[in-house]
């Protein structure tokens, strides 16, 4: 049975790269993979502080489940992403996102 590489599957079901549709697809995992990071960096945070989800909810006037979600790269938004780090008491308006860099927000 042949094996295929990463590079070969993308290329026959989504397109070679330079191509519009590869390009998409590329941009859209760079922009899942950085809202995931994100959400990574939140949760890191949070524990550090040892508040539950629930805890942090509160103090950004969430459910837990929108806590879960954001953690874990889904529903991020600017605007969100300014009301965690307010409640997780950040006093620069910038995130560590580790090779990424930093991440200035306001």
């Known amino acids: 049975m042949k094996q295929y590489g990463h590079d070969e599957i993308l290329n026959k079901y989504v397109g070679q790269k330079g191509t519009t ?3 998409q697809f590329d941009q859209a995992v760079r922009v899942e ?3 995931y990071r994100i959400g990574e ?3 890191t945070t949070r ?3 040892h508040l539950t989800q629930d805890q942090l909810g509160a103090l950004v006037g969430v459910q837990k489940a929108q806590i879960s979600k954001i953690e874990s790269g889904r529903s991020i938004t600017y605007a969100t992403i300014v ?3 307010k409640a997780l008491g950040a006093t620069s308006a910038s995130m ?3 090779h990424l860099g930093r991440v200035d927000l306001w």
């Open 33 to 35: 993979v950085e809202a």
């Open 47 to 49: 524990l550090k502080q």
């Open 83 to 85: 009301k965690v780090f």
């Open 41 to 43: 960096a939140i949760k």
């Open 96 to 98: 560590d996102l580790g």
């Open 21 to 23: 549709k590869r390009d």
